[in-house]
């Protein structure tokens, strides 16, 4: 017996729902994480950090089983149009949660090395600052997914500057640390790693929003986004001291 078109259908959908239940699930895993990489840094919290760590294979994992949901879903039901829209899409924000959640795991093993180190008065405070923008903007982002809303993914392409800004202020606070006390030199470096990392994972947050405005409008958005990140004129600390991935 022949399926129906609405048997068919229906079908189609309940995979789409489970790709994007997926989807929301990997993005509370790495909200989540980029709070506790940040609160563990502020904390000293090993612990803390260990379970980050840990939880990054969760992400990792769920981001192999949703491309592999994703590509079943395309070679059964040959999706056209905005339903093909909608798995790329997913694809391809999938594809940044999971490395934000890389990101988050590098902040989490910092941890470890600053802990042997003086702490830098305020640097860890302003890092769980900038951190938490960075997750709101995500939080916002996979909100703007599921509602369709253009409007407010584009508003979360905008808020990047100001992560952009933060970052450059940071920068140059650690330089005028190291410039007073060369003891400062290591552990500014770690952090500043840190900070360049959280930068980063607003780029991501930023690609995640732009393929909401894509899915939407069918469009990329209009104009490159503005970066705001000065650094690459002044010291070159962005390879930070090296710990792998």
Do not use: W
Not at 131 to 148: E, F, N, P, T
């Amino acid at each position: 017996m022949t399926p129906t078109k609405d048997h068919i259908s229906s079908a189609f959908d309940r995979d789409l729902e489970g790709i994007q239940a997926r989807i929301m699930k990997m993005g509370g895993l790495v909200e989540q994480a980029i709070l506790d990489a940040a609160q563990a840094l502020e904390t000293r919290d090993l612990e803390l950090a260990e379970q980050v760590r840990a939880n990054d294979r969760v992400i990792d994992e769920l981001e192999e089983l949703l491309n592999e949901e994703a590509a079943r879903v395309i070679a059964l039901r040959a999706p056209t149009a905005i339903d093909l829209r909608v798995i790329l899409s997913v694809m391809r924000m999938s594809a940044n949660l999971e490395r934000i959640g890389d990101l988050a795991k590098n902040l989490a093993k910092r941890n470890a090395v600053l802990m042997t180190m003086p702490a830098i008065n305020g640097s860890a405070a302003q890092l769980r600052r900038m951190s938490r923008d960075v997750q709101i903007m995500l939080k916002d982002a996979l909100d703007a997914y599921i509602q369709r809303d253009d409007a407010l993914a584009r508003d979360v392409i905008e808020r990047d500057v100001d992560i952009d800004q933060m970052y450059n202020t940071l920068f140059r606070e650690f330089l005028t640390f190291m410039l007073e006390d060369p003891r400062n030199i290591t552990p500014c470096m770690h952090l500043h790693f840190i900070a360049k990392n959280v930068e980063r994972m607003g780029d991501h947050v930023t690609s995640i929003a732009e393929q909401v405005v894509f899915l939407v409008t069918g469009e990329k958005p209009e104009e490159p986004r503005q970066k705001e990140d000065t650094t690459s004129t002044d010291t070159d600390l962005s390879s930070g001291p090296s710990l792998g991935v």
